[in-house]
Each structure stands twice: as C-alpha cells, then as structure tokens.
C-alpha cells in the first residue's frame, strides 16, 4: 500500500496554503518527505529550491515545522528548549527573538518553567515556537491547534498571519476546516495518497460546494419545474441547495411567475466542510 501515490504541486512564496484530506490520506508523509524524515522511493520534493535528500541540511534550515505528536525533553525549562533548538541550526545569542516569541505564544511567564510541568496546550505551544526559533522562510503546522484553548488558537493565528504578511510561506493541515477557509488562500485536497482537488479557496467553495437557502412561502408547494434541489421541508419553510449563487435569481423569478410570496428569505454561503465532504467520499 502507498502513502503518496504521485502527489504533484507547488507552493508559490509568500503562501498561506492548506493540505487537508481524512485521516490516513498522506498528509503528515508528506510533510515527513518535505522535512527529510521520509525518503520517497521515486520523485523529488524542494524547499525554496534545496533537495530535501541532496541538500538536506540547506533545505531543513529553510524549514520550521511543528508537528502534530506532543516530543519534548522532560529535562529542560522552556527557555532552555528553545536554545537549544536554535544551536541545532548554529544560532546563538537570539535571546530577544526568543522573548519575541514566547510573548507571542504567551510562554513567557512560564519560560523558567520545566516542560514536564507544563500542560499539554502550553507543550504544543512550545512546539510551535521551537519551529520558529531560527526563522524559516517556511513553516509547516501540522495540526497546530490540535487540543488547544481558543484564546491560544487565536493568539497562534495572530502570530502566523502576521508572519505571513512579513513573507513566510505557511504550510497547514487542519481538521478545523474554518481556520483552512479563514486563512489559506489555496487548498490542496488529499485523498488515499493523491490530490483530489488543487485550486484557491475561492474557487474550490465555487466549484465543488452549493449554495443553500432557506426560504418561508405564503405557501406550501413549489412550481413545477423548479431549478433547485429541496433537501428539506417543513411546511411552507423549504430548505433548497443550488449549485451556486448565479441560480438564484431564477429561483426567484420562477417563484415570481408563479405568484408565490415570499415571507423570510436566508441563504448560507458554501463552506469548506461539504467540499471536503464531497471530494473525498464521505457523502452521496
């Protein structure tokens, strides 16, 4: 069985880019092959323009990554982590980049603190600064938010964003698929080892996904025929799905035509959810 089976893309600079797919899809092999923890048995990865085998340790400087498992040395306080994984990559002295950091992931008040002491949201916290120590151009967060309070979550976006805005490339795998739709500007959609689907976020919540609308009549039918899907009804309250918005103005007129009126009228956009759900199988 293959983990990846001809997986294909490229992440431009300066992204905010999404990898999402189900459990088992080959996400997390994927970005072990990026960080060289994974040698695939044919095909080639890069980060900004190193081999990962044949320039391995120029494109692991390039790299930040945070992963999803909770792997810390029991033995030292958060301060001294952070050294230490900064002289993984000949760093010394950046001791105000690591206070600008700590601050950041509100470590700071526990930056003497041993990490065996600390909780598993705080650990991950440092997971997440340990990547950033040496400033990569790049930073992969597999899973980041994984079992973290949303004060945290929200300080950690904060903190990527701006990042981001600075000219970081921002690699993401989530299953919170409202923080892939709030910041990725292109997804890619794994499924058993290959891309399902590859666009802007835009254009994937255009494509794959509809339009749905709730609408309460003045009465309880529609016309015949009727350019929309009823996924639900109660009553005169009808639940439609259109395959986007540009249907929405026939709906209307053929509801015009028919004389029928319309008492209370809400459409919720497409999200990312039934993307995700269409692509990789999970539904009808």
Known sequence: MRALAGVSLAIGQGEFFGLLGPN?????TLINVIAGLARPDSGAASVMGANVVEDYRRARR?????????????????????????????????????????????????????????????????????ALVHKPPVIVL??????????????LWQFVRRLNR?????VLTTHYLEEAELHCNRIAMLK?????????????????????????????RLPEP????????????????????RELEAVLARLRESAIGIVELEVQPPDLEE????????QS
């Open 24 to 28: 088992g899809a080959g996400k997390t």
């Open 62 to 130: 390039m790299l930040g990554v945070v992963p999803q498992e909770l792997v810390f040395d029991p033995f030292f306080t958060v301060r001294e982590t952070l050294r230490i994984q900064s002289g993984y990559f000949g760093i010394r002295g950046n001791d105000a980049w690591i206070d600008e950091v700590m601050h950041h992931l509100d470590l700071t008040a526990k930056a003497n603190a041993n990490m065996r002491a600390l909780s598993g949201g705080m650990k991950r916290r440092v997971l997440v600064a340990q």
């Open 142 to 155: 597999d899973e980041p938010t994984a079992g973290v309070d949303v004060e945290l979550r929200q300080g």
């Open 192 to 220: 058993a080892g290959r891309v399902a689907a590859l666009d802007s976020t835009r254009n994937l919540l255009e494509t794959f996904s509809g339009l749905q609308l709730r609408v309460r009549l003045d009465a309880e």
């Open 275 to 282: 993307v995700f759900l269409r692509l990789t199988g999970r």
């Open 166 to 170: 600075e000219g970081h490339t921002i």
């Open 226 to 245: 009727f350019p929309a899907q009823v996924v639900a009804r109660d009553g005169p309250l009808f639940t439609l799905r259109l395959p986007s918005a």
